[in-house]
């Protein structure tokens, strides 16, 4: 057996071990329970080596695996404190960290895309990873530019391999296809597992992820709020960017100050809303990881792998249907939603039923400022996610089309950061301004 076919083997066990773990823990408990051991100590128990497997295997297997785990690790704020707790760090250490790629394999591939003397591209440049994702390390060097002088820089490396792993990975968590189809009947999982597999393999591509940011680039440049490096360099498995110095966004959720916070979540709120308009781009990967506060105030966005295509800007039902619901239109909202896919035209639907399912989720938009708490999102995650509730036996009759896919992750995966932040901000004056069709509330 070569190595590819047994890695490939390894991944898969893994992969295929994570379900039958949680199973295993899960018995573990109830046999303990029948012995007479309490309930919260064998919970508190099994979740805490719950979360040290799933940190474990998922960072291994760094493809689309861990980004499926990173994907996780925005939405703890919506778990119960109890539950929460043993996941927090486990989960928030996939944001930012990998097993590093050793050395002589980051040189092997440095000089395969910048050629043999890729040293001399450089001033300087460090073996020892800054940070870790899940196709790629990134490493501090020193550019050198034509006149000889350098300038500081991220230089993005793609793991070898990354290709063909990532999309093994992903064939592996399409099996969760038949997990959404029980929980939601209405959803029509296979394009929408198609359309995610599309726009996760371009990640692949650091060409063009470079021509991505490159545009987020030019729609912010001296923009007062919102800083964008610049590219050096790029191939189609090495990019450089220009280095940020700036507070990582999981730090300013563990330790930052309330104005922090407050700042963070008005400016991540501000560059989702504002981006398919000011770029054609949507950045479709919001967790902590990719932002930095600035010393100067301004929000710096990095990774631009994850983008959704939108040249047209934010499609304008998305704007007009939230104001419809704001102004308690129940037969506008139900014929909107149909209309975009959202409702199968075959099925009937209580449409002041809908409304009502809507409208704790537009809370943040109701009142001229919000906060998000880990409490409301908890609040909606248990609304939606019990089957005794009557969100939930709604919430079977919808859909979820593909064209809107990513739109809806980073709609919810912000929404997971702005509750870790605990963020206070004006979030309907942000959409009045750059969400097409959204008429403010009279």
């Known amino acids: 057996m070569t190595d590819i076919p047994r890695r490939a083997v390894s991944r898969t066990a893994k992969l295929a071990a994570l379900p039958l773990g949680f199973a295993g823990r899960t018995v573990l408990g109830m046999g303990k329970r029948v012995t007479g051991l309490a309930s919260d100590v064998i919970s508190a128990e099994i979740q805490q080596r719950t979360a040290e497997q799933l940190f474990s295997v998922l960072g291994q297997l760094k ?21 929460a707790a043993p996941y927090r760090q486990a989960l928030t250490k996939l944001q930012e960290a990998a097993p590093p790629l050793p050395a002589a394999s980051v040189h092997k591939v440095l000089a395969e895309q910048l050629g043999p003397a890729w040293r001399d591209r450089f001033v300087s440049f460090d073996d020892s990873p800054a940070a870790a994702a899940s196709i ?27 290709g063909d792993a990532l999309l093994a990975d992903l064939k592996q968590l399409s099996r969760l296809g038949a997990m959404f189809r029980a929980i939601q009947p209405g959803l029509d999982i296979k394009p929408l597992l198609a359309e995610l597999r599309e726009r996760i393999t371009e990640e692949l591509d650091y060409e063009l992820e470079a021509e991505s940011q490159r545009a987020f680039a ?8 919102i800083y964008v490096p ?33 700042e963070a979540g008005r400016l991540m709120a501000t560059l989702h809303l504002s981006a398919p308009a000011r770029a054609g781009l949507l950045h479709a990967d919001p967790h902590p990881g990719n932002f930095r506060l ?7 966005v990095i990774d631009f792998g994850a983008v959704a295509r939108m040249p047209e800007g934010t499609p304008e039902p998305i704007g007009r ?65 019990s089957p005794r509730s009557p969100a939930y036996q709604l919430s079977r009759q919808l859909n979820l089309p593909p064209s809107y896919l990513l739109i809806h992750r980073v709609t ?23 969400l097409p069709g959204f008429a403010p509330v009279g």
């Open 63 to 83: 493809g689309g695996a861990m980004k499926f785990g990173q994907a996780l690790s925005v939405f703890e704020a919506a778990l119960p404190e109890e539950i």
């Open 136 to 162: 790629g390390q990134v490493h501090r060097a020193v550019w050198r530019l034509p006149d000889g002088s350098g300038r500081s820089v991220a230089v993005k490396i793609q793991y070898p391999g990354a």
């Open 218 to 225: 030019a729609g912010y440049a001296d923009d007062p709020e």
């Open 230 to 262: 610049e590219v050096c360099f790029a191939s189609s498995r090495v990019l450089v960017t220009e280095w940020i110095e700036g507070t990582p966004l999981a730090d300013i959720i563990r330790s930052g100050s309330e104005e922090q916070r407050d």
């Open 294 to 300: 600035l010393p100067d105030g301004r929000l710096g």
């Open 321 to 385: 249907i939230a104001g419809l619901a704001l102004r308690g239109d129940a037969d506008g909202v139900e014929a909107g939603l149909r209309a975009e896919g959202f409702v199968s035209g075959a099925e009937p639907i209580d449409a002041h039923a809908l409304l009502e399912f809507l409208r704790p989720m537009l809370e943040p938009i109701a009142a001229d400022e919000f906060r998000f708490t880990r409490a409301w999102l908890r609040a909606e995650a248990t609304r939606l996610a």
């Open 412 to 434: 919810l995966g912000s929404i997971g950061v702005l509750c870790q932040l605990e963020a206070k901000a004006p979030y309907r004056g942000i959409l009045e301004r750059w």
